[in-house]
């Protein structure tokens, strides 16, 4: 079982800059997928981010150019730099993590984003 608890979210203007964590623990599968998703209020949950344990990634196209996807392997932990943040960012992100495909996706809690205009 995977536990995911992220941190760094909050309420920031547009323009401004935050920085996401996402701490894993338990039995993390060797070569994996982490990924940062987000769902703003009445809106269908949506993949921002993701990168592999050998460090490719990919990026919606609504934030390509502003957020960068990183992670530290030796910490277990993905991290979502944004910048350049616009009110339409604002939602709900959520760390994700897809090791043992036979287990499927583990989910964080989620950290609230509010980008204020």
């Known amino acids: 079982q995977v536990q995911l608890v992220e941190s760094g979210g909050g309420l920031v203007q547009a323009g401004g800059s935050l920085r996401l964590s996402c701490a894993a623990s338990g039995s993390i599968f060797s070569i994996n997928v982490m990924a940062w998703h987000r769902r703003a209020p009445g809106k269908q949950r949506e993949l921002v981010a993701a990168i592999s344990s050998s460090g490719s990634s990919n990026y919606a196209e609504s934030v390509k150019d502003r957020f960068t996807i990183s992670r530290d392997n030796a910490k277990s932990t993905v991290y979502l730099q944004m910048n350049s943040l616009k009110p339409e960012d604002t939602a709900v992100y959520s760390c994700?993590?897809?090791?043992?495909?036979?287990?499927?996706?583990?989910w964080g809690q989620g950290t609230q984003v509010t980008v204020s205009s």
């Open positions: 994700a993590l897809l090791g043992d495909p036979s287990e499927g996706w583990s």
